[in-house]
């Protein structure tokens, strides 16, 4: 299985190599920015996508990329190239740099570029077939007036946190709520619920969510499919009696929801509707892309 990993300048094939410095404030303080990116069948899916939220999250950062948006998707192609694989997953990592133990970004001349090409697995693939089960986490979303989820940090902790709570109550996934009580999103991933046979919720991005790119994938797949797409704040309570329930995210893709709070959601089975947006979503990723040579 190939690996490369692109560190400031240079490629590595043997992931011990590809280090950086423990005066990385990346490291040292979570500064820093991230995307999750796959490639199917040897194309980059949704490339220039996650591109744009880079320097999105970076403007918001206030973290100034020191490589043109073509030269950071170039420097992806040929990570991925030097793989040799067609099915990837990516990792683009841009951090405030190396500095001194204090927080002063001003002391951290040079961001730090990192691109992991390599592979993932969320949840074991029987999840997909029979879906997962989820609770409601007790660690809510970040407000949008701190570090708004709109930005991909490296700040995970309260995501983290919450997915630690999942596995003491034997689930497989949380679902976050804002400080309103709304529910926001999964710890890595978007959620979607289905009501009235062909009505789609999800909830908006000013609610405090990571506006996912496979979320509006999905948004976009759904409304050509003839469902009305509608981003608006719902409840646990709508989650309890939703038809069907789903997450989407790059490394999770479309997953199935069955179950949250000990609430079996519509027959507990992965509903006709998921199925469909399933398809057409592996439809897109079997079509669509940057080729990696
Ligand atoms: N919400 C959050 C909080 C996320 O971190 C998504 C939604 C889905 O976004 P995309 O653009 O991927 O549809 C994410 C995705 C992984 C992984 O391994 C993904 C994320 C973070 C950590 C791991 O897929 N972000």
Request: net charge neutral; with cysteine; proline share 5%.
């Amino acid at each position: 299985m190939g690996v490369c990993i692109y560190v400031d300048g240079n490629f590595y094939t043997d992931k011990e190599k590809a280090t950086i410095s423990v005066y990385d404030h990346g490291f040292l303080y979570g500064d820093g920015i991230f995307e999750g990116i796959r490639a199917y069948n040897g194309r980059i899916f949704k490339l220039k996508e996650h591109i744009k939220r880079l320097y999105q999250s970076a403007v918001s950062i206030l973290l100034t990329i020191p490589l043109a948006p073509a030269k950071i998707e170039e420097l992806v192609i040929e990570t991925c190239r030097r793989t040799g694989e067609k099915d990837i997953y990516i990792r683009l990592v841009v951090s405030r740099g190396k500095g001194d133990l204090g927080l002063d970004p001003r002391k951290c001349p040079k961001p730090t570029i990192i691109i992991i090409a390599d592979k993932i697995t969320l949840y074991p693939p029987e999840k997909y077939q029979n879906g997962v089960s989820v609770i409601t986490s007790s660690i809510r979303r970040n407000r949008p007036d701190t570090l708004t989820a709109q930005v991909k940090s490296l700040n995970y902790l309260n995501n983290i946190l919450a997915k630690v709570e999942t596995y003491r109550y034997g689930a497989d996934e949380a679902i976050m709520l804002n400080d309103e009580g709304y529910v926001s999103e999964a710890t890595a991933d978007n959620i979607f619920i289905i009501k009235n046979s062909n009505k789609l919720y999800t909830p908006p991005a000013y609610l405090g969510i990571l506006e996912g790119i496979t979320r509006g994938c999905v948004m976009e797949l759904a409304s050509k499919m003839g469902y009305t797409v509608i981003e608006e704040p719902f409840t646990t309570h709508d989650i309890f009696t939703a038809e069907e329930c789903f997450l989407t995210g790059t490394g999770a893709e479309l997953i199935p929801v069955i179950e949250i709070d000990e609430r079996i959601i519509g027959d507990g089975k992965p509903g006709k509707h998921f199925k469909k947006l399933l398809a057409g979503y592996q439809e897109l990723t079997r079509s669509e892309g940057v080729p990696i040579c």
